[in-house]
């Protein structure tokens, strides 16, 4: 009998790793991990850029920079990518069936609800909590209003040819699942660092992005000491590995590696160029 009162999360990803082999899903773990390690030992992961942060050396006009490029980069298409994540279960149907399609498409409509501005419980009208304004891309624009860009402002923007590029490796791997799901897992793995030091000198530029609720808050970490985002990575996690096969193990470290690359040449151009606003101030 179906348990309504289990943990969503927990039992998505149960039955995510029952749609395989036990034997693979030992072996595609093994293989994330490895993913994992190659992020995390990436000069990304902890690029000067979280430093300078950290001293508050960005003004506000290269803060305003950050938010612009990391918008067009990444901000602007990041949950329709997840969406489009959820589409793209339906490439797993063939071969899981469709429990396999169903239970990766449960766990990524969770993260999709969050983004979107969905808490959990349920209001006084017995419906879901939640309000579009809590989307985090929602969030993001207001954070920028703070900062004194207006919407005309932000999508006025030129993106760099650096932000253009890490914006290509998100258009270009929308109809491959594995991709996709090592791409969205890759960006809540690898840049899990840099949102405390952003928030950090944001706010010491900007007081009034001190908020409840507020785009800086999403992704901090809780009074202990959980990232909202850990959830988020793991489930992304789950959806790779029961995705993966041994063909593709050399493609998608490939894969990874060129991401990191990739999205690394953006934090130096931010970097160089916050510095540059900060000497002409």
Known sequence: MTD?????????????????DPDLWVRNEAFTQRLVQIMKAHRLHAHPILEAWNAGEFTLEGIRLVHMEVRAAFLEVFTE???????????LEPTLGYRGKLSARFLVQLNVLEELGFKPGTSEAGDFVGHPSLAHYWRLADAMTSLGLDEAAWRGHKPSAEAEATRRTMDENQDDH???AV??????????????????????????????????????EDDDGHFVDDDHSEDSWYVVRQALTPARYDEIE?????????WATLFDQLLARGRELRRAA
Not at 4 to 20: C, G, K, Y
């Open 254 to 262: 490939r894969f990874t590696t060129d991401l990191l690359d990739t």
């Open 178 to 180: 594995l991709r996709l």
């Open 183 to 220: 791409l969205l897992a890759g960006i809540e793995t690898v840049f899990m660092p840099y949102y405390s030091p952003w928030a950090r000198n944001s706010i010491a530029v900007c007081p009034g992005l001190v908020v409840e609720n507020g785009y800086h808050s999403v992704h901090v």
């Open 4 to 20: 309504l009162n289990a943990d969503p999360r927990q039992t998505a990803r149960q039955l995510i790793r029952e749609t395989i």
């Open 81 to 91: 990518s997840l969406l489009r994540l959820m589409q793209t279960t339906s490439q």
